[in-house]
Nanobody, 117 residues
Framework: QVQLVESGGGLVQSGGSLRLSCAAS????????MGWYRQGPGKQREMVAH???????AYEDSVKGRFTISRDLGKNMVYLEMNNLKPEDTDVYYC???????????WGQGTQVTVSS
């Protein structure tokens, strides 16, 4: 009974910025990991960033120094600030909540990010 809704995607020029938001609702009290994933045509789903219940953060190597994940627990929100965007960042970005690292968890419908050269 968890619902996730992403927003904030769009079309930007290379070097531009976007801020993605994920609004979570339902029974999320057991959530231990909140993360952002991305997937494009012909590519496998890739973890972009995640933040754990304890505040530990991890990033995919290609986004380190450019993307920042954050959360507002009081509002049940998780964000992804994306700076210096590159064309290779073009993908659908999905919000994910999970209790354990090896479970699928809950997913939003995704928000499209397109970066033009």
């Amino acid at each position: 009974q968890v619902q996730l809704v992403e927003s904030g995607g769009g079309l930007v020029q290379s070097g531009g910025s976007l801020r993605l938001s994920c609004a979570a609702s339902g029974d999320i009290i057991s959530t231990n990991i909140m993360g952002w994933y991305r997937q494009g045509p012909g590519k496998q789903r890739e973890m972009v960033a995640h933040i754990t219940k304890g505040g530990n953060i991890a990033y995919e190597d290609s986004v380190k120094g450019r993307f920042t994940i954050s959360r507002d627990l009081g509002k049940n929100m998780v964000y992804l600030e994306m700076n210096n965007l590159k064309p290779e960042d073009t993908d659908v970005y999905y919000c994910n909540l999970r209790r354990l690292p090896f479970e699928d968890g809950y997913w939003g419908q995704g928000t499209q990010v397109t970066v033009s050269s």
